[in-house]
C-alpha cells in the first residue's frame, strides 16, 4: 500500500514538473524574435533580443514574440492634389521591425505597431507628396518621383521608431473618369501639336535644302557661263570633229565657215 503512494506521489510529482518545464520553455520560430518580460524582475529586458530556437524561462515571466522578417502593408486611401481635387492612391510598404531595438519597440509601441506607427507614417507622407503635384502631373510624368518622395519622407518619420522601412511602391492612382479623360484629351492634343511643330520644322529644313542646292548650282552655271568663251567652244568643236573622224561608222561631217563646229549630215 505504502509503495502505491509513493507511485502515485512521483508520478504526480513528475507530471507537475513536466507541466513547468513546459510553461518554463518557449521556441522561437524561423524569422522570428523575442522580447522578455520579467515580472518581478524590472519589466521589459531591454539588454536582450532573443533569437530563433529554444529558451528556458521561469514561469512567472512571458515572451513576446515578433517577427522579424520583411513584411508587407498595404494602404489605399483618397487624398488632394495641390488643386484640391481628390485622388485614390494605392501603396504598398515594405518594412521590418530592428532586430536590435525590438525591446524598445515592444516597449514603447507594443506588439500593434503596425496601426500605431507604420501605416499612420504612410498615410501622411502620401498626403504630404500628392498635396504637391496637380492632377496632370500626378498622371503623366511624376509618378516616380512622388513614390521616391513618399519613401524618403515616410523613411524620416520612421526613422526613431525602431521601424526600418525598406520600400515603398505606387500600386496605383485612380483619377475621377471626367478628370482623367480631360487630361488624356489635353496630352493628346499637345502631342498633336508638337508632331505639327516637327511636320513644319521638317518642312522648313527642307526648303532650307533645296534653296542652298539651286543657289549652288545657280553659282556653278554662272561660272561655267563666263569661262565659255568663243575661242573655247571652237576648241571643244575641233576636238569633237577630230574624236568623230576616227569613228568607223559611215558619216558626213560638216565644219561650219564661221564657228567652226561640226554639223552631222547622215551616218
Known amino acids: 500500500m505504502r ?58 515571466n512571458d515572451m513576446y514574440v515578433y517577427e522579424v522578417r520583411q513584411q508587407e502593408v498595404k494602404e489605399q486611401m483618397n487624398v488632394l492634389s495641390s488643386n484640391g481635387l481628390e485622388i485614390q492612391v494605392e501603396l504598398s510598404g515594405w518594412f521590418q521591425p530592428e532586430y536590435a531595438k525590438l525591446p524598445m519597440l515592444h516597449r514603447e509601441k507594443g506588439t500593434d505597431y503596425l496601426n500605431r506607427v507604420v501605416r499612420p507614417a504612410a498615410r501622411s507622407a502620401t498626403r504630404s507628396v500628392i498635396g504637391r503635384y496637380t492632377p496632370e502631373e500626378i498622371y503623366s510624368s511624376k ?5 521616391d518622395e513618399i519613401f524618403a519622407e515616410t523613411k524620416e518619420i520612421l526613422q526613431d521608431q525602431y521601424v526600418q522601412l525598406n520600400e515603398i511602391l505606387v500600386r496605383d492612382i485612380t483619377l ?58 571652237q576648241e571643244k568643236g575641233i576636238q569633237a570633229t577630230l574624236e568623230l573622224a576616227k569613228s568607223d561608222n559611215t558619216k558626213v561631217i560638216v565644219i561650219g565657215d564661221k564657228s567652226g563646229m561640226p554639223l552631222i549630215l547622215g551616218q
Open 3 to 60: 509503495r502505491l503512494i509513493l507511485l502515485i506521489v512521483g508520478g504526480f510529482a513528475g507530471l507537475m514538473l513536466l507541466i513547468a518545464l513546459f510553461n518554463m520553455s518557449v521556441t522561437i520560430g524561423g524569422g522570428e524574435a523575442g522580447v522578455l518580460f520579467r515580472t518581478f524582475g524590472g519589466g521589459i529586458d531591454t539588454e536582450q533580443t532573443y533569437g530563433e530556437g529554444f529558451h528556458i524561462i521561469a514561469p512567472w
Open 176 to 233: 475621377p473618369s471626367t478628370l482623367k479623360a480631360a487630361i488624356e484629351n489635353k496630352l493628346k492634343q499637345e502631342q498633336e501639336a508638337l508632331e505639327y511643330e516637327y511636320r513644319l520644322t521638317k518642312a522648313s529644313r527642307e526648303a532650307e535644302r533645296q534653296r542652298i542646292d539651286a543657289e549652288g548650282k545657280a553659282a556653278a552655271n554662272r561660272i561655267l557661263s563666263a569661262s565659255l568663251t568663243d575661242k573655247v567652244l
Open 143 to 147: 509618378r516616380d518621383a512622388i513614390q
